[in-house]
C-alpha cells in the first residue's frame, strides 16, 4: 500500500506541476509561438488530481471504516455506514475549509488593497458580492454558474471537489455492492457516469437554449458530473489492486494504452470547441492517467533493481504530497507575481519574448511555490490537529 501511495504522490506532483505550466502563461504569454493550446493543456492537472483523489480516498474510507466496524462484522449496517459518512465528509471539509478560508481572505484583502487603493489590477479579481463570498465558504459554489470560479483564483476545482467528496460515501457503496456481485463489472461504472453525463449536459444546453453550454472552462465543464467519471476512475483502480492488477498488467501495455488514451486526448483538446466535446475529455484525460497509474504502480511494485533514492522522482512526490498547499499558494505567484512582472517588463512601451522568458521563470517559480506550498502544508496539519485532536 506504501508503494501504491508514493505513486500517487508522484502523479499528484506531476498534476501541480502540469496546473503551474497553464497558470504562468495567463499574464506572460500572448502568442507562444504556437504552443499556446498545447501549453494549456496543463489544466489537465485537475484531472489528474480527481482520478488519484479517487483512489487515495479509498484508503481513508476503510481506515475509518476500520475504526467503526467490529472485527468480526463482513460490512457495515446501515447505521455504520451512515456514521462513517458523516464524519467521513467532516473530515474532509476540516481539511479543506482552513487553507482555502486563509487564501480567500489573503485575497479578498490583496484586492482591497491593489484596487481600492493602489488602483491596479491585480492578478485575480474576486467577486465580493456577500452572496457570492457565502457560497465559496459554504463549498456550494460547485451548484452556482455566478459564483463557481470567480471568488477563489482556480476555486471551481476545490467547489467541484467537495462535492464529489461529500458524494464518495454512495460512490463507494455503489462500488462494494457491484463487486461482490461480479468483480468486472465495476469496469462500467465510469462508462455509465459518462453516458448520464453526456445525456444531462446536452439537456441543460438544450433548456437554458446554450445559455449553459460545456465549453471549456464553463460551469457544465466544471460541473460534478462532468468530473465524476474520472473520479469514479481512480476508485476503480483501488478495487482493482486488490487482486494486484498493475503488477498482473504488461508494463508496456500500460504504457502503451497510456500513450495511445493521451495522444486522443490531447489531439481532442485541440480541436474546435464543438459537438459536446468537453463532456467527455475530462473523462478521457482521465483514462490516460488511469493507465500512467497502473504503470506507475507496476514498477513500483514489480521493479527491485530501480534505485530506491533519485532526486527527481523524490521531488516530484514532494510536490504531490503537499500539492494542496501549492494550489492554494500558486496564484500568488503565477497570477498576482508575473502579472505585475510583465507590467513592469512593458513600461515604456517595451516588449519582451513571451516564450523565452516563460521557459526561464517556469522552474523558479515551481521553487517559490514548492517552499510556500511547504509552509502553508505545515500551518494546515497544525490547524487539522487542532481542529481533530483525536486523528
Not at 124 to 136: G, Q, W
Not at 198 to 208: D, K, S
Not at 255 to 268: D, G, H, K, W
Not at 361 to 375: A, C, S
Request: proline share 5%.
Amino acid at each position: 500500500m506504501k508503494k501504491q501511495l508514493k505513486s500517487l504522490n508522484v502523479l499528484k506532483g506531476i498534476g501541480i506541476l502540469m496546473i503551474i505550466m497553464v497558470h504562468n502563461r495567463h499574464f506572460i504569454m500572448k502568442d507562444m509561438s504556437g504552443l499556446r493550446q498545447l501549453i494549456n493543456y496543463g489544466q489537465m492537472g485537475c484531472q489528474l488530481f480527481f482520478m488519484v483523489s479517487g483512489m487515495a480516498l479509498c484508503y481513508s474510507w476503510f481506515h475509518l471504516v476500520s475504526k467503526n466496524a467490529a472485527p468480526q462484522e463482513a460490512r457495515l449496517t446501515v447505521r455504520q455506514h451512515l456514521k462513517c459518512s458523516g464524519q467521513f465528509v467532516l473530515r474532509r471539509y476540516l481539511r479543506l475549509a482552513p487553507g482555502f478560508l486563509i487564501i480567500l481572505c489573503v485575497n479578498f484583502l490583496l484586492n482591497v488593497l491593489f484596487m481600492d487603493v493602489l488602483d491596479h489590477s491585480p492578478g485575480f479579481i474576486v467577486n465580493r458580492k456577500p452572496a457570492a463570498i457565502l457560497i465559496n465558504v459554504l463549498f456550494l459554489h460547485g451548484f452556482f454558474p455566478d459564483y463557481i470560479n470567480n471568488v477563489f483564483p482556480g476555486g471551481w476545482y476545490i467547489g467541484t471537489t467537495f462535492i464529489l467528496y461529500a458524494l464518495f460515501p454512495l460512490l463507494i457503496l455503489l462500488f462494494e455492492k457491484i463487486y461482490s456481485l461480479k468483480r468486472p463489472l465495476i469496469m462500467i461504472i465510469p462508462v455509465i457516469f459518462l453516458i448520464l453525463n453526456c445525456v444531462l449536459l446536452r439537456y441543460i444546453a438544450g433548456v437554458t437554449d446554450n445559455e449553459l453550454y460545456p465549453y471549456n472552462n464553463s460551469f457544465l465543464y466544471y460541473f460534478f458530473t462532468n468530473q465524476l467519471p474520472c473520479f469514479s476512475l481512480g476508485i476503480l483502480l483501488y478495487f482493482q489492486e486488490k487482486t494486484g492488477f498493475s503488477a498482473k498488467c504488461p508494463l508496456p501495455v500500460s504504457i502503451v494504452l497510456f500513450a495511445v488514451t493521451c495522444f486522443a486526448s490531447v489531439r481532442l483538446y485541440l480541436m474546435p470547441e464543438q459537438n459536446f466535446i468537453y463532456s467527455v475529455i475530462p473523462s478521457l484525460v482521465g483514462l490516460s492517467f488511469y493507465w500512467l497509474a497502473v504503470s506507475f504502480i507496476h514498477i513500483e511494485l514489480c521493479a527491485a533493481n530501480l534505485p530506491k533514492k533519485h532526486f527527481f522522482t523524490d521531488f516530484i512526490a514532494s510536490c504531490g504530497s503537499h500539492s494542496y498547499g501549492m494550489y492554494l499558494v500558486h496564484a500568488f505567484v503565477s497570477w498576482y507575481g508575473l502579472k505585475d512582472l510583465s507590467y513592469f517588463l512593458t513600461l515604456g512601451g517595451n516588449t519582451y519574448n513571451d516564450l523565452r522568458l516563460y521557459s526561464a521563470l517556469y522552474l523558479p517559480t515551481v521553487f517559490v511555490i514548492y517552499v510556500l506550498g511547504l509552509y502553508m502544508t505545515k500551518l494546515l496539519d497544525i490547524i487539522d490537529k487542532k481542529l481533530r485532536p483525536s486523528g
